[in-house]
């Protein structure tokens, strides 16, 4: 079955407490990228990848690094969590960024809070 | 720059009735427009797309989409609401040669029995 899997989905923290979101795709997808979803502004892209070792800053990169070292997985790392980055994740993929038919592929999300 | 603005928060309608939501684009080079759509406690997923080729975009579900270049407008439309269509939608545009995507902040579907 074609998926988008997120890991974990639930994760409370504290401030300052490096953390990893990973994200991985079994659809050889060569476009990969990490959204936060925030009440009344919609999904705001933070990083996305072309293809492996090629990232680029999307929309909110700040507080964020990502990676991406094989074609199937694109984790979200924050080194330094603050409470503002309290937030929903979504990681998606798909062939090109603009999707196929399909459009891109979203995970179920992860629900970070920040205390 | 691009960017979409949904003129709407939420839209409640009765079961039957026909819906409308609307969204407006502004966009510097020729747009490709999205309409997603969130489950409660879901993912997104995509209902439909416009990439240049027809304006009147069909999709799944029912939904479709009619894109007016001179109205800067991809409005989404149903003739007849189903109690599984409550849920969040969300317009999104992509310039060409842009490669990220712009979300608007979503519409909240409320369908009433």
């Known amino acids: 079955e074609a998926q988008v899997t997120q890991n974990p989905r639930y994760l409370i923290t504290v401030t300052g407490k490096k953390l990893t979101v990973t994200c991985s795709q079994n659809?050889?997808?060569?476009?990969m990228s990490w959204y936060r979803q925030d009440p009344g502004l919609g999904l705001r892209q933070i990083y996305y990848?072309?293809?492996?070792?090629?990232?680029d800053k999307g929309d909110v990169p700040e507080g964020y690094k990502v990676s991406r070292k094989e074609k199937r997985n694109f984790p979200l790392i924050l080194e330094s969590p603050s409470p503002n980055q309290t937030s929903l994740y979504f990681c998606a993929s798909s062939s090109t960024p603009r999707g196929s038919t399909k459009g891109q592929y979203f995970g179920p999300g992860t629900r970070l809070t920040v205390t | 720059a691009q960017s979409v603005t949904q003129l709407d928060s939420h839209v409640s309608v009765s079961e039957g009735t026909p819906v409308l939501l609307r969204c407006n684009y502004s966009?510097?080079?020729?747009?490709?427009l999205f309409w997603y759509v969130q489950h409660p406690n879901k993912g997104l997923q995509l209902l439909l797309k416009y990439t240049s080729a027809a304006t009147l975009v069909k999709g799944i579900n029912g939904f479709e989409a009619e894109f007016k270049k001179s109205e800067t407008s991809f409005h989404l439309t149903k003739p007849s609401a189903h109690m599984s269509d409550a849920a969040e939608y969300f317009c999104?545009?992509?310039?060409?040669?842009?490669?990220?995507?712009?979300f608007g902040s979503g519409t909240r579907l409320q369908v009433q029995p």
């Open positions: 999104v545009v992509s310039e060409t040669g842009r490669r990220a995507l712009t």
């Open positions: 659809m050889n997808h060569e476009y």
């Open positions: 966009s510097s080079y020729s747009p490709s």
């Open positions: 990848s072309m293809n492996v070792e090629v990232t």
